[in-house]
């Protein structure tokens, strides 16, 4: 099975700051690569699927890039309402992973 | 609109068995595979398995192959996961999800199970 190693853990950053996130694949899964938004009791959120294009509805600020094995995920000017834990997803020869998370914090 | 909406929170003993439904309604049922994902406490999130409600084919997540099974009921477009042999450590929030085979884009709430002696 296909690893994915995401990072950081968790990070704090401030209202309006630039933050990335990183995943990567243990093999190549070219652009098969999603991301999600977790809030604490509710359902997780596509923002992002095929490593670059935005879900309908996601705000312009949320962006990923990457193909291969490493990918990274954006947030331009981090909004109090980006409280939430991000995760990476992989698709590959029929079965899905989940990276470990990232949690972000406004500080 | 579309809305997945799962069954109610369980508590188990270990090595029972749990059943979990998941009722969708607002498009096509036959037309999007239905993943289901958990997340134990503290913990993140773990596919589990997809089924394809147009021909019951499953696919299932090496952690998980045999005592887990995915069915569906497209009569009444409901999906279903069977989990065996339940162990503590299968507390966790199950939920059941819409979308691609490589994606997933819309969520249930999620059931609570709860495996304890």
């Known amino acids: 099975d296909i690893q994915m190693t995401q990072s950081p853990s968790s990070l704090s950053a401030s209202v309006g700051d630039r933050i990335t996130i990183t995943c990567q694949a243990s093999?190549?899964?070219?652009?098969?690569l999603n991301w999600y938004q977790h809030k604490p009791g509710k359902a997780p959120k596509l923002l992002i699927y095929d490593a670059s294009n935005l879900e309908t509805g996601v705000p312009s600020r949320f962006s990923g890039s990457g193909s291969g094995t490493d990918f990274t995920f954006t947030i331009n000017s981090l909004q109090p309402e980006d409280t939430a834990t991000y995760y990476c997803q992989q698709y590959d020869n029929l079965l899905l992973t989940f990276g470990g998370g990232t949690k972000v914090e406004i500080k | 609109q579309v809305q997945l909406v799962q069954s109610g929170a369980e508590v188990k003993k270990p090595g029972a068995s749990v059943k979990v439904s998941c009722k969708a309604s607002?498009?096509?049922?036959?037309?999007?595979?239905i993943h289901w994902v958990r997340q134990a406490p503290g913990q993140g999130l773990q596919w589990m398995g997809r089924i394809n409600p147009n021909t019951g084919g499953t696919n299932y997540a090496q952690n998980f192959q045999g005592r887990v099974t995915l069915t569906r009921d497209t009569s009444i477009s409901t999906a279903y996961l069977d989990l065996i042999s339940l162990r503590s450590d299968d507390t966790a929030v199950y939920f059941c999800?819409?979308?691609?085979?490589?994606?997933?884009?819309?969520w249930g709430q999620g059931t609570l199970v709860t495996v304890s002696s």
């Open positions: 999800a819409r979308g691609a085979t490589s994606y997933i884009n819309y």
């Open positions: 093999q190549d899964i070219s652009n098969y």
């Open positions: 607002g498009y096509t049922f036959t037309g999007q595979y």
